[in-house]
């Protein structure tokens, strides 16, 4: 089985990035911003935020956090959102969800330039990728493809199961590997005989929420399996796929932590410094 190993893929990527910005850096004067709001206190919102911020600070991007309280008002949220829009040392602006409740974070996505979204939430970029029209997109899908790519898988003329239809990964996901020519099935809580959609699978991509979701028995031999979930348990960060029981029969696998956490972190960073160097008319 190989290790599709987004942890060290994420690093290299970093690297490389860091690289090209200090080249940027020479030519332009000027260094790629990105802006983080993070309303409220979820835990795990905290984590991610940092981990940007580190991962910025190593590819050389300026990264700016605003922490704001969860009494923030809509107003206040969409009056920062129009500040970061106008400030020309910002090239990407990143709205962490969930946001509290009583803020409408469709409203705040809407208001985010799109020259600027980063994390392709904005309606014009989910039409981009729709029309297959070069845009940014959604992070965490984009940074599966990328994962793949970095070890030469291609999806084109194979069988794809996504497993989950959420507009941040599953939809978006299904959409990208269309673009790739895969034959695209995408399941959700309604789908009748999933194991069965999933054993037909050669790529496997399960972004459910569910530890141990996907089992040995719904996976075809030799498939290669992408796992997007993220789940606290007592008994750590595990994925939605049963990681251990898959080991001997799948030709390629994420782990998690590792695999895909780190690459939705290192596409932010390719989608900021491209929004940098788009705005230079590079
Ligand atoms: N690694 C990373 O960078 C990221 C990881 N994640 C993780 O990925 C996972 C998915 O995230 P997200 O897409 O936001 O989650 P959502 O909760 O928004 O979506 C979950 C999807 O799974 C489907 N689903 C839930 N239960 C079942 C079931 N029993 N059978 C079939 N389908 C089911 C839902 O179906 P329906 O639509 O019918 O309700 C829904 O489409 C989570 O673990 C999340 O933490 C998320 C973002 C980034
Ligand atoms: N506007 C917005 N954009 C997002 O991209 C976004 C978001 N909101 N809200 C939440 C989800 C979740 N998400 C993750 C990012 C990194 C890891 C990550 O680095 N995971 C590490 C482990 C980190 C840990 O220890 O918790 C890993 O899998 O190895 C996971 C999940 C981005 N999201
Ligand atoms: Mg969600």
Redesign the pocket.
Known sequence: MILLD??ATAAAIRKELGEKVGILKSTTGKVPGLAVILAGEDP??A??VR?KERACAEAGIVSKGYKLPASTTQEELEGLIRKLNEDDSVHGI?????VPQGLDSDRCLDLIDPDKDV?G?HPVSVGRLTLGLPGFR???PAGVMTLLDRYGLDVSGKKAVVIGRSN?VGKPLALMLLQRNATVTVCHSRTANLAEEVRSADFVFAAVGRPLFVTRDMVKDGAVVVDVG?NRTDAG?VGDCDFKALESKVAAMTP???????M??AQ?LINTVRSFEMKQGL
């Open positions: 987004g942890k795990a919102s984590v991610y981990n990143l709205l962490q969800l969930p994390d939430f959604s992070c965490t941040i993220i960060l998690v932590p590792g695999g895909v956490g780190p939705t972190i932010l």
